[in-house]
């Protein structure tokens, strides 16, 4: 979403495409998170987004104390528009830091600054805002493990509930993508990074923001109810351009990619076909492998059934024995804290295996 996009087509768009997928997901009780995500939705007019929390109340329920996140870039927050999306019944909010070093939001082409993200916590508390989640980003080439740290430092003393710490990626349709192919250097060395992986992670635990995920962390009792639900391989609904939604009945399901052009996707909703670049078939064995995929990142473990011991179960016991998986004392497969920066490795060992016997 842009500033360029017709704020209320768009609105009219996405209650029409909870209109048409409400029904696959009606049943499966009331929802428990909202997520406003990708782009830039902390620019959409606070009406726009409450028509779509009461459409989704109307449409599926809303769970008493649902999660009702917006993300936000810090550039783009005012106290008004706060007010406005916590009248409308937001009750989260996650904001975009990236880091506290300006020289590096520069070479990272961020519009903001660190005086800017710091003033949109202080925008988000005098809002009513209490559950704030930052997004901080390490790995990217010149940055030392100290500034890393002092990242993190930063980020606790504006005291957010829940901390988001991703390593710079590196995608092909964006500038980065664009500048390695000209053979920029971009990302920190491998040992920098797993470096960074562990003290970032224990940098935050000493200030008192849990890891649960591979890249998340919390106040105990503040963990994100949406990240939670991808990481247990649970259906979720997602509405809007570019949007990727994932619905199964415990066996088997679907995955659907939304158009990504807003005009297309806008056309195709209010027709009531919503307009999709692809759909895929998630048959038993893919949808085992998912579980796999996600649950492992969950510092908690991956709850272990029949299917997945039958599948899996001779492989995990040699990671046991290598000592890069364990079992935990609920019954869950749990990457080790010596494994974890390596979690591809262990993953990709489970899925390659051949099924148990």
């Known amino acids: 979403m842009t500033r360029s996009i017709p704020h209320h087509a768009y609105r009219d768009a996405v ?114 805002f209490a559950e704030l989640s930052l997004d901080l980003m390490h790995g990217a080439a010149g940055q030392t493990l100290a500034a890393a740290l002092a990242d993190v430092e930063a980020a606790c003393d504006l005291a957010p509930t829940h901390v988001s710490t991703y390593q710079l990626t590196i995608e092909d349709r964006t500038a980065f993508g664009a500048r390695a192919r000209r053979g920029e250097s971009l990302l920190a060395p491998d040992d920098v990074l797993a470096d960074a992986f562990d003290q970032v992670r224990a940098a935050l635990r000493a200030r008192g923001v849990a890891p649960y995920e591979v890249s998340n962390a919390a106040v105990p009792g503040h963990e994100a109810v949406h990240n939670s639900l991808y990481w247990t391989a ?4 997602a509405l809007g351009a570019g949007a990727h939604g994932f619905w199964h009945d415990g066996v088997a399901g679907e995955r659907w990619v939304n158009a990504r052009a807003p005009r297309h996707y806008i056309a195709g909703a209010r027709a009531g076909a919503p307009a999709e670049a692809s759909r895929e078939v998630i048959d038993p064995a893919t ?32 990671l046991v024995a290598r000592g890069e998986l364990r079992w935990t004392p609920s019954g869950r497969w749990a990457v080790t804290d010596a494994a974890r920066p390596f979690l591809n490795r262990v993953v990709l060992a489970l899925l390659d295996a051949p099924a148990s016997r």
């Open 15 to 128: 209650l029409a495409e909870l209109a048409a997928r409400a029904p696959v997901y009606a049943a499966m009780g009331p929802a428990v998170s909202l997520y406003f995500g990708g782009g830039t939705p902390g620019l959409w007019p606070a009406a726009c987004v409450g028509a779509v929390i009461d459409g989704v109340a109307a449409r599926l329920g809303l769970g008493e104390g649902a999660e009702i996140t917006v993300e936000c870039n810090p550039e783009d927050v005012t106290l008004e528009h706060l007010r406005g999306l916590r009248a409308a019944g937001v009750n989260r909010l996650s904001v975009g830091a990236q880091t506290f070093d300006d020289d590096l939001l520069r070479r990272l082409g961020r519009a903001h600054d660190a005086a800017a993200t710091r003033r949109a916590v202080d925008a988000a508390r005098r809002a009513g």
């Open 234 to 237: 649970d259906p979720y609904l």
């Open 287 to 318: 949808l085992l492998d998912e579980r796999v995929l996600c649950g492992l990142r969950l510092d908690a473990g991956l709850p272990v059934d029949s299917a997945l011991e039958a599948r899996f179960g001779a492989a995990a016991r040699a």
